[in-house]
């Protein structure tokens, strides 16, 4: 390992703009004449729309034009979509809803976008928004998941006959009914996944550019995927064709899944560019965050797990609501389906799953993938029942997870996953080590005379991420392959940039990355460059998103090196009149293995450029470009344990402990990696004690701002333990896994775990807010 | 938000005139609730008369055991005022725990009570210490001033000048601060000067800020923790929101009382 190669923790390369304000986010963004919007949305959850009057809001001060969605769809504009297919049990295809990006005859939820304001400035756009006159007539309201399936329920769309949008089944319902009736031990339980408000820093935002010299559109968004947003932009939304679509996400802060999607946004804005001939510039304010933003988790489910008399797993059934919200965002059906149910073997061989799961449409914002996406549902559900299950068969939560552990490699679950990798027993030592898991019954005592109830849970997540092999994601219903792209150009002085699909928006790829070519070249890190974000600079890639830029989107440049260093290592055995077989890179020099004969690495890449004296037949340059698409999913897995006191009189959880022994494969940069953890446990336990989001029964959010929407804050969390056991992922060339959303996945069951654990009472839902845990304490007494 | 017009007053007498002279003025202090207010468009004052350049109202002054706190004067720099943390530790710690440090070193006490928040913190302390709000027009007994949810005694356009109060013997605040905001849950202050004790709750009231005398009259009898044990706190005319019940916050109110009572035991007379 160089010094800056594999395995070093070196500082992020990126942090020095950030932290001295120097980032360029899509705000920063400034045109010749461009103008500001701002979107007239619904205040009502659901209501038909009778009229839409813009004159008065036209004729305001500094308005360049007030535009609607019949405009929009006169213009040929799409509506958005679901990019992925689920079918329901019965064969019939998922019933999507027509979303059109500004709505023209119902609003479905509060935020909807119903008309655009265009002005020349944010001031003067809002001044305008408010004049515009919208008529609803009021509808009935629904925006439980539970409420929207009762006969009677209000119709949010017809396309969707009981708001139901699929019905979907995995697993042997037979063999899972058969496996119960074996069972010496059932436990059950109830359990919710609280709805989550993604909150990144940045909001969302947008400048759409049309050039009518060109006939050609720019979008600078804040997007975890240009090429995607391209893509979809193109393929179905009708915007423009691809080569006349520049994508560009420069700087954005954080995504969290959120940033995914294609929104109404960014269309409105690039057709309202070439309708106005301005460009359009859109930021979210705060509040249109907490609406608009596609939200997280919100699933309601009925879990069963069966034991024979030796405690072994027999069974799991698994039904669960998920509740998609308004319209199905790009890829809201895949999240409770296969990055869902897929997970519900955890890290346990269980012969018998039986799944099924219900997606509803209600009054509320669009839900898609948050952090995790699908597999923090899997785990809480699991990580919860089992630690149910072990309280209630009087045994150790530690031994009965070991007991039923998968325990060679691959296995094949009942739930299509083949876990090609991991080592369970070495997270839970790794992590009951860590915690002093053994002296814990001392510590509650102790805790005990000082008026507090200590309480200790815990929780072994698996997850399957570096999304994904592409046949395989084809053929359960993705529109899109899940490979990803890099180039790297040696520059003709050995300064090497690396051209990628992947996107950084929090991960420290610039720094990643660039170790990679550190490592295999002797180069420092910051000799190399990693270009990102712009469809007219990069070919075409896939992004990020599910953990998938480590295994996927460093597999592609470790490729693309290969065929660098392949080149590199013949012009050099060229130069050095040396067997190419002998060539080895080192420390920057390229050598003739065991003689004092080298060339350094720069004069290599003159040598290729000058093109005098290079192999005969060769072409010149030192360019290579790779496609990488997976054999298989990576299987992060570990053991997360929480230990809590808690204030019985006040109902207040603190953390005091909180161990994180993951496997994410080999690691380029622990540092980066071990922030990635910080950051995913912050969010996990934010979701367990911290974040609720409510609706009222018309449909308005009630925790719309921070003032009522807990973030987690410093002083919420403790200091963390993280600590890493590696076996290696066998998929993939670097051997990595994935590292981005481990910390939210396995984090909120073991906080729950835990605080269960300290009150007595099983009966808790996140949030476990200091009210609910008083209440859980009152219920018990 | 709207347009405004903004001035900046150099004196109380200034900023009343510039205020007869706007439409529908507003006083700035802080601007820590104004502000987010008219950025949200929810206020569109056409005048912002801003007082916090006005010296007159600025500062604390100590005579004494008397304490006098101008109306501009931050957070911050009640909570680090020396003099009166010996005096009164409870009101700068009070003010050590409002918010963060960013509203700390905006918001004023003038504009804290002004608004009236049925959260805020101060109203506790100013009617527990039975302080005397004073105005450019008159002097008003704390009891008197507070009347309902961001409702006080202030008449349109009077402005608040200082806050007077005779220090405590002992006294303490204790402070459940809502999970998201920050503000009270269920704020307690208890003051004990000579044999009366005056215990003050924030947070709680669906009236705002009140006084919890069948703990007065427990302690006036027994100034320790445990005369308390037996207090119920009636839900009947408390708040209730999403984050704490009526019931949930007649148990903080009790407990954050016993916990204000301990804390003054255990520090040195
Ligand atoms: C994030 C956040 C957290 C907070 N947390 C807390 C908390 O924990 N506890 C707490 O108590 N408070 C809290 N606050 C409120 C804050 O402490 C301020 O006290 C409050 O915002 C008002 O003070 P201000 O000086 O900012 O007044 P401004 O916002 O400037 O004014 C508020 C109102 O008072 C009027 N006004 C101001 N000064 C005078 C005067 N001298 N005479 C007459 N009228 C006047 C104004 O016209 C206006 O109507 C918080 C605020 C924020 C933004």
């Not at chain 2, 923790?225 to 929101?241: E, I």
Request: charged share 20%; with cysteine; glycine share 8%.
């Amino acid at each position: 390992m160089g010094v800056e190669g594999i395995g070093a923790r070196v500082l992020r390369k990126e942090d020095k703009r950030f932290i001295t304000g120097k980032g360029k986010y899509t705000d920063d963004m400034v045109v010749p004449g461009m103008k500001h919007a701002t979107f007239v949305r619904s205040p009502h959850a659901h209501a038909r729309i009778t009229g839409i009057d813009v004159d008065a809001a036209k004729a305001m001060s500094g308005v360049v034009a007030v535009l609607t969605g019949s405009e929009l769809k006169a213009d040929g504009i799409g509506n958005l979509i679901c990019g992925w297919m689920i079918h329901s049990k019965d064969g019939t295809p998922m019933k999507m809803g027509a979303w059109s990006p500004l709505a023209t005859d119902k609003v479905r939820y509060v935020g909807d976008a119903v008309a655009i304001v265009i002005a020349d400035t944010k001031g003067e756009a809002r001044d305008a928004a408010e004049a515009v006159e919208v008529s609803y007539e009021e509808l009935p309201v629904v925006v439980n998941a539970l409420d929207a399936m009762q006969q009677g329920a209000p119709e949010i769309h017809a396309e969707a006959p009981d708001n139901l949008i699929f019905d979907w089944d995995l697993g042997d319902e037979a063999a899972t009914n058969a496996a119960f009736a074996k069972a010496a031990h059932v436990t059950s339980m109830d359990i919710v996944n609280n709805r989550l408000v993604p909150n990144a820093m940045e909001p969302r935002a947008t400048l759409g550019v049309y050039d009518s010299g060109e006939d050609h559109y720019t979008c600078w968004t804040t997007s975890q995927n240009p090429h995607v947003a391209r893509l979809v932009m193109s393929a179905f939304y009708n915007v423009a064709p691809e080569n006349k679509l520049r994508v560009i996400a420069p700087d954005v802060g954080g995504g969290f899944g959120s940033k995914i999607y294609i929104y109404p946004e960014e269309i409105t804005c690039l057709w309202a560019s070439r309708k106005t001939g301005v460009p359009v510039k859109w930021v979210a304010d705060r509040t249109e965050s907490f609406l608009t933003d596609a939200h997280g988790r919100d699933h309601v489910t009925h879990a069963e797990i069966a034991f024979d008399s030796d405690h072994r797993i027999l069974g799991l059934k698994v039904a669960t609501i998920a509740n998609l919200g308004a319209y199905m965002s790009l890829f809201s059906s895949c999240v409770p389906t296969y990055l869902y149910a897929t997970l519900l073997s955890g890290q346990y061989a269980i012969p018998a799953i039986h799944a099924n799961v219900k997606t509803v449409y209600t009054n509320t914002a669009p839900v898609d993938a948050y952090r995790g996406a699908g597999r923090p549902e899997a785990t809480y559900v699991l990580e919860r029942i089992m630690e149910t299950a072990a309280r209630e068969l009087k045994i150790s939560p530690a031994e009965l997870r070991r007991k039923n552990f998968v325990k060679s490699f691959p296995h094949q679950t009942p739930v299509i996953m083949c876990y090609d990798a991991g080592d369970f027993d070495a997270t839970l030592d790794a992590a009951m080590n860590a915690a002093d898991y053994a002296g814990f019954e001392n510590r509650r005592q102790e805790a005990a005379k000082r008026g507090k109830l200590r309480g200790i849970g815990m929780s072994c997540y698996i997850e399957a991420c570096g999304l994904a092999p592409s046949s395989a994601v084809g053929s359960l219903g993705a529109g899109v392959g899940l490979w990803e792209s890099a180039e790297v150009r040696v520059n003709a002085v050995g300064t090497i940039e690396i051209l990628t699909g992947s996107h950084s928006h929090g991960q420290g790829h610039e720094t990643t990355f660039a170790q990679l070519a550190a490592e295999r070249f002797g180069v420092p890190i910051d000799s190399v460059s990693i270009v990102h974000g712009d469809t007219d600079k990069v070919q075409m890639g896939m992004g990020t998103y599910g953990s998938r830029s480590g295994a996927v989107g460093m597999s592609a440049i470790a490729k693309a090196l290969d065929k660098v260093e392949a080149k590199a290592k013949k012009i050099a055995a060229h130069l050095l009149e040396a067997d190419e077989a002998d060539i080895e890179i080192k420390n920057g020099d390229v050598r003739v293995a065991g003689t004092d004969k080298s060339v350094p690495w720069f004069q290599v890449a003159l040598a290729a450029y000058t093109a005098h004296n290079l192999p005969s037949g060769m072409e010149p340059g030192l360019k290579e470009g790779a496609f990488y698409d997976p054999s298989n999913f990576t299987f992060p897995g570990g053991c997360h344990i929480c230990e809590v006191e808690i204030d019985p009189e006040t109902g207040t959880t603190e953390i005091v402990q909180f161990v994180a022994a993951d496997d994410f494969g080999n690691i380029i940069n622990p540092m980066i990696v071990e922030g990635q953890v910080h950051g995913g446990l912050a969010q996990g336990i934010g979701q367990a004690l911290l974040e609720a989001t409510h609706y009222d029964a018309s449909g308005q959010l009630l925790t719309a701002s921070y003032m009522d929407y807990t973030m987690p804050r410093a002083v919420d969390l403790p200091s963390f333990t993280v600590t890493n056991t590696v076996t290696a992922c066998p998929s993939n060339p670097l051997g990595v896994k994935g590292c981005g959303e481990a910390g939210a996945i396995g984090s909120p069951p073991a906080v729950i775990n835990a605080v269960t654990d300290a009150i007595s009472n099983n009966n808790l839902a996140m949030p476990a807010t200091p009210q609910n845990v008083w209440a859980a304490l009152q219920a018990a007494k | 938000m709207y347009e405004t017009q903004y001035h900046r007053a150099t004196s109380v007498e200034g900023a009343a005139r510039q205020m007869g002279e706007a439409e529908d003025g507003k006083y700035l202090a802080g601007g820590m609730t104004l502000i987010p207010t008219m950025k949200q468009r929810l206020a569109s004052p056409s005048d912002l008369v801003d007082l916090r350049r006005i010296e007159a109202l600025k500062g604390v002054k100590i005579t004494g055991r008397t304490v006098r706190i101008g109306a501009v004067t931050s957070h911050y720099d009640v909570s680090t005022n020396v003099e009166l943390a010996k005096i009164c530790p409870a009101i700068t710690s009070l003010a050590g725990h409002i918010g963060d440090p960013q509203v700390r070193n905006m918001g004023t006490i003038g504009g804290s009570i002004a608004n009236n928040d049925p959260a805020a913190d101060y109203p506790s302390a100013l009617l527990a210490l039975d302080a005397t709000i004073v105005t450019n027009r008159r002097s008003i007994a704390a009891a008197d001033y507070f009347i309902g949810l961001f409702e006080t005694a202030l008449e349109p356009d009077e402005i608040i000048t200082a806050v007077e109060f005779t220090a405590p013997d002992r006294a303490a605040y204790k402070k459940f601060p809502n999970p998201a905001s920050l503000y009270a849950m269920a704020g307690v202050f208890v003051a004990k000067s000579g044999d009366t004790v005056r215990v003050a709750v924030t947070g709680a009231g669906e009236n705002g800020v009140f006084r919890l005398e069948d703990a007065e009259t427990a302690l006036a009898a027994d100034f320790h923790a445990s005369a308390l044990d037996n207090l119920t706190v009636d839900p009947n005319g408390l708040l209730s929101d999403l984050h704490a019940s009526a019931e949930y916050r007649a148990n903080l109110v009790k407990v954050m009382a016993k916990r204000a009572v301990a804390e003054i035991a255990s520090r040195p007379m």
